[in-house]
Each structure stands twice: as C-alpha cells, then as structure tokens.
C-alpha cells in the first residue's frame, strides 16, 4: 500500500486512489454528512477535491486521505491538512484540519482517532506553529469537537461565506498551537 500515510489502532488513512470519488460519493456525500457543508455535492466537486489533495502531497507533503476501517477494508472518512485558501478569509495560508465521517461511524471515536493522528504528524514534522479548523455556530458537533481537542475560538478570523445560507454564517474559526497540543498530549 504505497499510497499510506498514517495507521491508528483501527484506521489507515492514505492518499485518494482511482474509484475514492465514487466511494467518497456513495458513502460521505449524503445529506446528512454534509448538512454544514452546503449540502451534497456533484461527482465531477469530489473528484475536483481528490485533485486538489494529490497536488498538495505532490507540493507539500500533506493533503486530505481517506479513512479506511481495517476491520472491514470499508470507507469510514475523508481527513487530512490543507491549506486555508478561501479568498475571504483572514488567515489564508495557514495550516487546516478537517474532516468527514460516514453517518453509520459516528459517535464510535472515528473522528477523534484520525485527527488526533494528522495533528499528531503535523506538529512531529513542525510543518506549522498552529493548526485551524473551520465550520459554522450551527454545526456544534464539530466545534464542540473541536473545543474537545484543545482548539479555541478565533473570533477575529471569523467570516462570511457567501457559498453558504444564512443559517451557516458566519465561517467560524478555531485555532490549536503546536504547545497546546504537546502540553495536552505530555
């Protein structure tokens, strides 16, 4: 498996492969997966998306990956760091963690357990000082998550996203520094 990138006690995450899109489409691209996410998506957005994480591993090192459970060798996420690029934020450049789980794996530490392992390599390999992570005040799971992992709210880089309704603005954003972590980590 040339293409892995990390392994939990239950997980593999590893670069996106040829047929992730149709497997990312069929299991993470439902309605309530991506309720705070502007809703489902088209196939030729998720292939866009797969494009643009095999770009950043090719420049950077690092990109979204897919997670896949070793139990069953099935799809349970998409995970991974890229680099805030919305033209409205406030903090473009920086290092983003993000993530998605399948609605039939929630609430069974999928979530926590990648994370954890991307947040881990990231701040071992000093690729930033601090790690954001973006969502909406509507999606309180995630910022909860979020609060979870020692992130705290960055209410000056908070903005409004016009892709998105009402109901999601604005983009919130939440910042964990490489000390935090490690201090929480010891």
Not at 2 to 21: F, M, N
Not at 90 to 109: Q, S
Request: contains cysteine; proline residues 4%; negative net charge.
């Amino acid at each position: 498996m040339g293409d892995l990138v990390l392994e939990t006690e239950r997980l593999v995450l590893r670069k996106p492969q040829e047929g992730d899109a149709q497997l990312q489409m069929l299991h993470l691209n439902t309605p309530a997966v991506m309720e705070y996410l502007g809703g489902p998506k088209e196939l030729h957005e998720i292939e866009a998306k797969h494009a643009k994480a095999e770009a950043s591993f090719a420049r950077e090192g690092f990109g979204f990956m897919m997670a896949i459970e070793k139990a069953s060798g099935e799809l349970v996420g998409h995970c991974g760091l890229k680099r805030v690029d919305h033209p409205l934020a406030k903090n473009t450049g920086d290092l983003e963690v993000g993530w998605l789980i399948r609605e039939d794996r929630w609430r069974m530490g999928y979530a926590g357990e990648a994370v954890c392992a991307i947040l881990d390599m990231a701040f071992e390999r000093d690729l930033a000082q601090h790690i954001v992570a973006l969502t909406s005040e509507r999606n309180a799971p995630s910022w909860r998550f979020m609060e979870k992992l020692g992130m705290v709210r960055r209410r000056d880089l908070d903005f409004d996203d016009p892709a998105y309704e009402a109901q999601d603005n604005p983009t919130i954003v939440y910042c964990l520094t490489r000390e935090t972590w490690r201090r929480r980590t010891a």
